[in-house]
């Protein structure tokens, strides 16, 4: 059966077509999924959420959230437009905080620095006394900082001092001392009758003057007290003495022995393995990333074959679980080569291991996870300018 329109029954079928197509059509520009954009801008300026901060999404018309990328917001909704998605912006830029106080030393010996606001929370990293650090917001009372190695956490606000742009600057231009020694302590005098504060292998304090074998100091808090002259020295002194030897790596790396694995430790209080790593390198000048994951990706590839005549002392060895076809690598560890088939690695404590069958420090169970070695000594990205950032 067939049915013959007329031309004035077909003109509305014609417009009808027309406005279903129309409509179709701005359904599909307007169906882009702004969290699908949210999600690409953050894969670009924010891909490690350890170092970068990109909280934002798109919820009812409206982006919300937080960011200490500014760059990073402005490009997002250059895009949106861009694809003609309507937004509010509400996203908070970070740093946000009263007065001015966008910066912080760290007041203590070592300072453990969180995952989220609450002592309960994983321990990310560490930071010893006079580190300096950005402060982007406070919550109760924890602090969001950004470590000069990037890392954003939590600390507890006891455990920094925080401070405007100029006070940061009085700080960077006053005299001061490293403590060199493992451990000590700052005395409240010359008689050594009391304690200010316990200090580890870096801290930082602001030298006011000498006094016979000790130098009067000033804690990044204000707190005074005495220092000896023979487990410290001045800050510019130090810096430039540090040399990344293979001499000078080993004795750093084998002055830890026995210290106890802690995850998320940088300080000789407790180091897991890539704060060791981290921190062996620090002492002697020259700064490497945090964690394993992203120590694996500096320097250059000198072995995957378990070719140990190529490795030369300082060398980084990784460990972990390689690619499949389904599975990417996993990075779950790594160690210092120290020589004479041996390596130098925090698992349980500082220990050596060795690749030697005949050595009673031979460890079957990294070679089985070997996964390839790293060169990052002396690399010219990473040298004393960028250990002065974390001191300075």
């Known amino acids: 059966m067939h049915f013959k329109l ?29 969290e699908e ?12 959420k350890r170092v970068a901060l990109f909280d934002v999404s798109y ?21 949106l437009d ?34 989220a606001p609450k002592h309960s929370a994983e321990l990310a990293t560490q930071a010893t006394m006079g580190t300096p650090v950005n402060v982007l917001k406070k919550e109760d009372g924890w602090y969001l900082i950004q470590t000069p190695d990037q890392y954003i956490s939590w600390v507890d606000a006891a455990g920094i001092e925080i401070m405007t742009q100029k006070e940061m600057e ?7 001392i490293v403590f060199t020694s493992l451990v000590g302590y700052v005395f409240s005098d010359e008689s050594r009758a009391s304690m200010v504060s316990d200090l580890t292998a870096g801290n930082v304090l602001e030298l006011l003057q000498e006094r016979g074998n000790a130098y009067e100091v000033k804690l990044p808090d204000g707190r005074i007290g005495f220092v000896d002259k023979s487990m410290s020295e001045p800050l510019h002194t130090w810096l430039a003495s540090r040399e990344t030897s293979h001499e000078n790596l080993i004795s750093t790396a084998k002055n830890m022995m026995g210290v106890p694995y802690l995850w998320g430790g940088t300080s000789i209080k407790g180091v897991d393995c890539s704060g060791f790593t981290k921190t062996i390198f620090f002492l002697n000048g020259q700064v490497i990333p945090r964690d394993a994951s992203q120590q694996i990706h500096e320097g250059e590839e000198v072995d995957r074959e378990k070719d140990w005549e190529n490795l030369q002392v ?8 390689p690619a499949t076809d389904t599975t990417p690598e996993r990075v779950i560890h790594v160690g210092m080569w120290i020589g004479n088939n041996e390596f130098i690695h925090s698992r349980g404590r500082v220990r050596i291991s060795s690749f030697d069958p005949e050595s009673e420090h031979y ?18 990205s990473q040298n004393i300018l960028a250990v002065e950032k974390f001191i300075q």
């Not at 460890?363 to 010219?380: A, F, Q, S």
Request: charged share 30%; net charge negative.
């Open 170 to 176: 009085n700080w960077n231009e006053a005299s001061k």
């Open 6 to 34: 007329n031309k004035i029954q077909f003109i509305p079928i014609l417009t009808y077509f027309a406005l279903t197509l129309t409509f179709s059509s701005c359904g599909e520009s307007q169906q882009e999924n702004p």
């Open 59 to 79: 919820e009812d018309g409206i982006l919300v959230g937080e960011t200490n990328l500014p760059q990073a917001l402005e490009d997002l909704k250059n895009r």
């Open 82 to 115: 861009e694809r003609g998605i309507n937004y509010l912006d509400q996203v908070e830029i970070l740093p946000n905080m009263e007065g001015d106080k966008n910066f912080g030393l760290v007041t203590i010996s070592v300072a453990n620095i969180r995952s």
């Open 37 to 48: 954009i949210i999600a690409e801008t953050r894969k670009e300026y924010a891909p490690d």
């Open 363 to 380: 460890d079957e169970y990294e070679l089985n996870r070997y996964l390839r070695t790293k060169r990052v000594l002396g690399k010219e």
């Open 314 to 321: 300082g060398d980084l060895l990784f460990f972990g679980k």
